[in-house]
């Protein structure tokens, strides 16, 4: 059997969960690459522009599949530049600016250890997600896991090396790193309420629950947390964020009107 | 966060320097393609994956501290290498390749 008729026989997994999967690398891809020309050094400039270009990548499989499903002539461009802020259904965590607490309009500097601490708890999501995908019944989505899986590895375990190093460095890093955790931790209690496209693609045999995941993520955060002398903050009894249902941050908007004024400004343009 | 000069260049003084060598596929030997400074072997090693592969340049990395090396001195490049420059003996050139053997 050819990769198509593969391909055509399997199931789809829905759109709304290929686009929570889209959405979330995006995002983050879009902030991570904020530190091109800006890095700490310039070996990190590049890392973390690579990392950037990882997540677009996966996101541009995942919108292009999507474009296919939602049909209506939808593209992955369409998707990504002319979708709003209550379409997107990345999880709040990913939108965040590289900064402690701000209200949207301030401007602070960017905080490396922000970064790190995000793309370390988002990275230990992703291997165990992405891993599980790759026995998805949808084919194809099996097959963007596989690729993305790699990449995501490599990810946590650039993160989670300078999780340590700025935990068990000097004390200026240690207390930025815990006081980027403090402030990012409670993000991801969104991770484990399945939203209605994820239970859809559950009952579908074509995603993975979350839920599930808890415990090895649990084990991956408090191995590194301990190995960087951090303290996991006591989890606080909460609002629960919902930016994978479309209910953002102040901050979503801001992303996407930087995202998206090209396109917007010169629809269909190419190169 | 303030706009002060945060205490960036420390880094790059107490950081040692790595030289970095790349495998670009099996068989091959590693070449030097460029230093970084880093912390450590590991820190080195993930740094350069990230500066000197990220075009398929390589299948493998070696970091070596660059202070393990040692190097000729400029000064002694009369003596070390211009002797050299007449000794065109030591050329294989004189020799006829057989045409069984093809290319060598």
Redesign the interface.
Known sequence: MNTTEAQRSSVQAPADYLLHLADNALILGQRNAEWCGHGPIIEEDLSMANNALDLIGQARLLYQYAAQIVGGGATEDSLAYFRDVPDFRNYTLLELPHSPPLAATARGDRDYATTIVRNFLYSALMVLLWERLTASADRQLAAIAARSLKESHYHLRHSRDWLVRFGDGTDESHDRAQAALDHLLPYTDEFWADSAAEQAALTQGVGVSVAALRTDWNALVDDALKEATLNRPVAARGYITQGKQGVHSEHLGFVLSEMQSLARAHPGASW | ???QQHP?VP??KEWPLWEVFVRSKQGLEHKHCGS????DA??AL??AR??YT?RQEGVSIWVVPSAAIAASDPGDKAEFFDPSADKIYRHPTFYQIPDEVGHM
């Open positions: 966060m303030s706009t960036a880094a790059l970084l400074h880093a912390s590991q820190h993930q740094m990230d500066v990220r």
